[in-house]
């Protein structure tokens, strides 16, 4: 059985100046690809889930705890996400009624 993985830090693009004094980016993983990534791990959390239940349905996994655990796994991380979609939403807003 697989454990409950953690999120990892969001590593933004910071300009940083090198010798020279120019600027290069360090760590340069963009909010998007670090959505996608966590889009992707919650879907994984969906089908496996499906997976399990199905399975406990048809009498191939015994333990009932499993199944539940992988439930739950996958409850919490689809509130997360509709949690960082709203709080992304709401930032947008925000940053949109700002007069320029």
């Not at 963009?30 to 959390?45: Q, R, Y």
């Amino acid at each position: 059985m697989a454990g409950i993985s953690e999120i990892g830090p969001i590593r933004l693009n910071v300009p940083i100046k090198n010798n020279e004094g120019s600027v290069a980016a360090k760590n340069q993983v963009s909010f998007e690809e670090t959505f996608k990534e966590f889009i992707s791990g919650v879907n994984e959390n969906q089908i496996r889930s499906e997976d399990m239940t199905g399975a406990f349905a048809r009498g191939e996994v015994r333990d009932l705890h499993e199944v539940i655990i992988a439930q739950q796994e996958a409850a919490v991380s689809l509130k997360l996400l509709v949690q960082m979609r709203d709080r992304v939403i709401s930032a947008y807003q925000e940053i949109s009624r700002m007069q320029v």
